[in-house]
């Protein structure tokens, strides 16, 4: 049984950073993951994905302030995020095993964490 977990969330003032972390339980038989966004009243939206091969797709809005990463073993995917604002505040989840590989910055994955909040005041 796949299992995808989040941590790493919390609260931070304007300009400050967090390091999300999703743990992978479970085999999964395409290990391209993503990590989605949504905000209250918003669709959930792409932020950033990496295939495979370790190439990384970021959404136009990280503009340089995200990176996203995976250990070695592909079991745990973390989501470095610096110089955060109130519009990044949303539930983070982790995503694994997409549709297609066209699917990477689109919510069709096949796994699902259950989120974690980020909350950003000015």
């Known amino acids: 049984q796949v299992q995808l977990m989040e941590s790493g969330g919390g609260s931070v003032q304007d300009g400050g950073s967090l390091r999300l972390s999703c743990s992978v339980s479970?085999?999964?038989?395409?290990?391209?993951m993503a990590w989605f966004r949504q905000a209250p009243r918003r669709e959930r939206e792409a932020v950033a994905s990496i295939d495979n091969d370790g190439n990384r797709n970021y959404a136009e809005f990280v503009k340089g302030r995200f990176t996203i990463s995976q250990d070695n073993a592909k079991k745990t995917l973390f989501l470095q995020m610096f110089n955060l604002e109130p519009e990044d505040t949303a539930v983070y989840y982790c995503?694994?095993?997409?549709?297609?590989?066209?699917?990477?910055?689109?919510?069709?994955?096949?796994?699902w964490g259950q989120g974690t909040q980020v909350t950003v005041s000015s």
């Open positions: 479970g085999n999964i038989y395409s290990k391209s």
């Open positions: 995503a694994a095993g997409p549709h297609s590989e066209y699917d990477l910055m689109r919510p069709r994955y096949t796994y």
